[in-house]
Each structure stands twice: as C-alpha cells, then as structure tokens.
Nanobody, 120 residues
C-alpha cells in the first residue's frame, strides 16, 4: 500500500499559480495510474486530472489549458501545476494511485489532501 503526501497548497489570488506535489512512499509510482481530485466546500469530490502509462494525461474540462499534471518516477512524485487560478478552483486537493479502477473515486491509495484557496 502506498503512502501519499500532498503539499504545495495555500492562499493565492485569482490569476495566480500554485504547484502541488504528491510524494509517494512504500512503493514505486512507475506502474500506477495517478489522479488528482478536489473537493470544494459542500460539494462532492471530483476528478481534476489523471496520468497513466497507457493513456497519458487527461483533464476535466474546467481546468483544461490551465492545469498540467506530470510525474517524476525518479523522485516517486507526481505534480499538478495550476495556472490562471479561479475562485471556483478552491478546495481540498487529493492525489490518488491505483491499478485496477482507473482514475476514479475507487482508486486504492489516497493522500490526506492539501487546501487550495483562491481569493482576493
């Protein structure tokens, strides 16, 4: 079982940028599907981005062109670069890893999340 730890969240003004990191231990990320999810206050958790060896990277329509997911297998870390942030991007961001469920809420391993607040 992987242990995942997110970092890089914080308070940023609209139009600003943040880079989230998700460091893994207890295994190697090389063969996993990796997902970024977020949960806004009072809303359900939703998928933001996914990166897999088989299909590459994909994004929710709400973040396409603004967010970029990447992975560094040597550092056992996945990143989410977030640019042109909007207030509606506010939420707790989680990374997740899995083998069998694809990039869905059914992924096997989850971090505890990092809070992103976009506000002036």
């Amino acid at each position: 079982q992987l242990q995942l730890v997110e970092s890089g969240g914080g308070l940023v003004q609209p139009g600003g940028s943040l880079r989230l990191s998700c460091a893994a231990s207890g295994g190697t990320l090389d063969y996993y599907d990796l997902g970024w999810f977020r949960q806004a206050p009072g809303k359900e958790r939703e998928r933001v981005s996914c990166i897999s060896n088989s299909a590459g990277a994909d994004y929710d329509d709400s973040v396409k062109g603004r967010f970029t997911v990447s992975r560094d297998n040597a550092k056992n870390t996945v990143y989410l670069q977030m640019n042109s942030l909007k207030p509606e991007d506010t939420g707790v961001y989680y990374c997740a890893a899995g083998f069998t469920a694809g990039c869905t809420l059914g992924m096997e391993d989850w971090g505890k999340g990092t809070l992103v607040t976009v506000s002036s």
